[in-house]
């Protein structure tokens, strides 16, 4: 579920993309031509460095500074310098960034084919899960999803055995037909 374009110039003055999905960058210092990452809701100039960016439609935008630094400008100019272990979401509904108390670990787990939840709700994780699996969940019994979870799991285990284990300790059942899951 994620789109990175390319610039036609890009290279000439700048290197410039659009993101919407997630992706991690490995940038190369260029004070000559910046690496800008634009999103619908802020732009994430580079200056050199390594960082996890998550811009889903619907979904507050994250950044997770490795090393380097990165300069978040949003829509309506606010900027924010970033230092490496940050963690910065920006909120288009409020036009404010805020620190995000996450470990590294947890923002880059995907590049590893890990899920790790953190007192996570059920309903983020389901938007999570529908991406990552190309499915589509229906949560017929709504008091699920405002349930907290915290897991790990690796990839290479299967939805049903990631909803089996949770299924158990949410206390939810649920039916698998081809794509559709039915969460009760």
């Known amino acids: 579920a994620t789109n990175l374009k390319v610039s036609k110039n890009f290279g000439t003055k700048d290197r410039r993309v659009k993101l919407e999905g997630e ?8 004070k000559e031509k910046p690496f800008i990452v634009e999103t619908s809701s802020i732009d994430v100039k ?23 630094a990165v300069e978040l400008i949003s829509v309506n100019g606010q900027s924010v310098m970033m230092k490496p272990d940050d963690v910065i979401a920006y909120r288009t509904e409020t ?30 994780i389901v938007s999570k899960l529908e991406r990552v699996f190309n499915v589509d969940i229906s949560v017929m019994n709504k008091a699920v999803l405002s ?24 206390e939810f059942s649920f039916k698998t ?8």
Not at 95 to 119: C, M, P, Q
Not at 147 to 170: C, P
């Open 23 to 30: 992706a991690f960058f490995d940038v190369a210092h260029d």
């Open 95 to 124: 036009g404010k960034f805020h620190s995000v108390n996450e470990t590294l670990e947890k923002e880059y787990a995907w590049k590893d084919s890990k899920f790790i939840f953190r007192n996570e709700r059920f309903e983020q």
């Open 147 to 170: 349930k907290k979870f915290t897991g790990d799991f690796v990839q290479n285990e299967s939805l049903a055995e990631i909803l089996g284990i949770m299924s158990k300790v949410g």
């Open 177 to 184: 037909k081809g794509r559709q899951i039915v969460i009760y």
């Open 46 to 68: 580079v200056h050199g460095t390594s960082f996890n960016l998550s811009s889903y439609p619907k979904e507050e935008t994250r950044v997770a500074l490795f090393r380097g």
